[in-house]
């Protein structure tokens, strides 16, 4: 079992910037074994991809919303994932969830995740 606690969440002015981080733990949890993803969803709305990280680190994927204020990391001695946010905008409010993906691809689909948080809220004011 893996266990996903996410963080970082909060009230900010749009433009500014928040980090969220999800840190993740398990018995046998090992990060590098692990793809992980950033999804978001809000009240009465499918859960949307944010980003998603390889394994290793040297691959990542991005919603196009999010291309270029977005950046997701990861520091698997750390069992850590993280997603700097930049520019935030309202329409980037809402509760934002991490997850984690046992194969070696990553994916968009939060259909394709084993694992979830239970979420952080972001809250952006104009």
């Known amino acids: 079992q893996v266990h996903l606690v996410e963080s970082g969440g909060g009230l900010v002015q749009a433009g500014d910037s928040l980090r969220l981080s999800c840190a993740a733990s398990?018995?046998?949890?090992?990060?590098?074994?692990?793809?992980m993803g950033w999804f978001r969803q809000a009240p009465g709305k499918e859960r949307e991809f944010v980003a998603a990280?390889?394994?290793?680190?040297?691959?990542?994927y991005y919603a196009d919303s999010v291309s270029g204020r977005f950046t997701i990391s990861r520091d698997n001695a750390k069992n850590t994932v993280y997603l700097q946010m930049k520019l935030l905008i309202p329409q980037d409010a809402t509760v934002y969830y991490c997850?984690?993906?046992?194969?070696?691809?990553?994916?968009?689909?939060?259909?394709?995740?084993?694992?979830w948080g239970q979420g952080t809220q972001v809250t952006v004011s104009s």
């Open positions: 990280i390889g394994r290793s680190g040297d691959t990542a």
């Open positions: 398990g018995r046998t949890f090992s990060a590098s074994n692990y793809a």
């Open positions: 997850a984690a993906r046992a194969r070696w691809d990553i994916s968009r689909r939060s259909g394709g995740y084993d694992y």
